[in-house]
């Protein structure tokens, strides 16, 4: 989450930036269980919950080959994982 948040957005002062960090992961969290329950209200209702895990588990193997590549093969990089997760 560090290296998400800090990038985009620095907090204007430098001496509590643990406590604002605090309060970003808070508000994110805060966030994502709200997505989750409008994803449940919209679509979790017409699913049945093995569907929503066979949906899960394939989004994640998506991601499987470019972290195996990132461990095994140290001349790839990152345009070449993002264009073969585009291509997947």
Known sequence: LNHIVLPLKTPKDQ??????????????????LFLALMFHETLGKNLQ???LG???????L???PGALGVIFWPEGNRRGLIAGLLTG
Do not use: E
């Open 62 to 64: 998506q991601l499987l």
């Open 15 to 32: 001496a509590d930036i643990y406590r604002w960090l605090q309060w970003v992961k808070r508000l994110l969290i805060a966030l994502i």
């Open 49 to 51: 919950l093995s569907i």
């Open 54 to 60: 066979a949906i899960s588990l394939s989004g994640t």
